[in-house]
């Protein structure tokens, strides 16, 4: 059984998609056989790793609204042990067409229930909300790593995220754990960055990754060539640091 | 009538909440009497002009979903021609209500007529999705403004904004027109940002406004302080580009 990790926050832009294709990438170059799941309808991990959205036949929203099995929406990426299930602008219906529907929470889960056997990991890049899409993939995961931009707004949505974890736990899925806090685009020239760390290391003790994220150009520049940063450049910060966070994730397994 | 602008793009993270916040208070300053209208259940536009949300009785949920009238949400903030309409996490649980409810679309737009002869600028924060806060806000506006992050990935997201602004204007909201893309965190070292600056401006020519906002630290650290950046640190880069932005809208209009 690979180990589902859904990488979530309802916080904007505190990198999420960045985390979820680089730590894939990052766990693919170890040998593991990892499936990246684009449940984000702006499909920003679909272009991070190559993909051409407005090419694809299928999507996720196949899966979750329609009965396509997932196995027929993946595809193949520069890497050989990466795979990825994509999503476009069509899932954005998906929302509002899940609210009615039967067992609405558990569609990602019964979907990945049929490959999971064929990956070691499969990480889930979630949209920038706590609705359905991201309440699907909670349910469907074995934990959740939790992003958090070192800035004081995203400090604030933290404990609301938490509060909803809990209740996924309660009610959906029992196994759920925080797998950890990952501190992102950490500026040590800003105040802002030094507190947001304090802050967390205090409040989530044990919680909190020991790989942390600088912020790096190479890691926006590589979306725009459809490369994880560690295809577009393996010896800047920004690569090192997604590798030490996967080898902390797999240190944990075995 | 006031002039009501939305603040929207899905994409998350490229400062929608800083560009709603420091453009009110730029307003105000200048002696317009403004509303920040809060839709985000984040509720950092409350958090960053000093309210605290915890505290609050009723927010724009009770508004949406109930029958209160907006008049008795709405808070005094630390600048006398700038009053708040605020949120909290109670929000999140308002998308997933609204579907089945009757005009569901035009909710917002009900609850602000009340009150519009009171104001110069109404200026709505968005949350990062297309869902049906949203849609509500794009309903309920004169114009959508379109805060644009200098990252490759928040290019992806923009002409699914546009389509999505077009469709409004066809079944929801005929008058609706985008007042324009505002650059945000422009950072003249990276090669990004020169990038996308010079793609949008070719793209979509004239509607670019001439006010761009550099990254600069003092916007992301006066939200901690509860105070727009004028009130944190009036002689720096941020609080001159957003007197710049309002000085271009008012001009418009005048
Ligand atoms: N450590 C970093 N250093 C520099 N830039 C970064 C870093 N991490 C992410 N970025 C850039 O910041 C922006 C936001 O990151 P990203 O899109 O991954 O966040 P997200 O949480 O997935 O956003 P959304 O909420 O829209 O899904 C992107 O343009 C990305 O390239
Ligand atoms: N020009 C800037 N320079 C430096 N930091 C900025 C700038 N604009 C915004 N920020 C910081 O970047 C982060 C993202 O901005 P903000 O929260 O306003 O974006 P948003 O679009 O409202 O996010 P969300 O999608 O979550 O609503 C915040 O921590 C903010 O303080
Ligand atoms: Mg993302
Ligand atoms: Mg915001």
Redesign the pocket.
Known sequence: MGKKIA?A?????????????NLAASLAVAEKKTLLVDI?P?G??CS?TGIDKESLESTLYDVIIGDTPIKEIIKKTELSHLDIAPSNADLAGAEVELVGAFAREGKLKAALEEISDEYDYIVI????SLGLLTVNSLTASDSVLI?L?CEFYAMEGLSQLVRTVDLIKQHLNPELYIEGILL???DKRNNISHQVAQDVKEHFEGKVFKAM???????????SFGKPVLLYDIGCT?AS?YLDLAKEIMYRRD
């Open positions: 990488i926050n309802q916080k904007g832009g505190v990198g999420k998609t960045t985390t979820a294709v984000d702006q920003n991990a991070g890049d979630c949209p920038p992003p931009q992102t685009m950490f994220i600088p912020r790096n150009v190479k890691l926006s520049e590589s979306p920004g640091s």
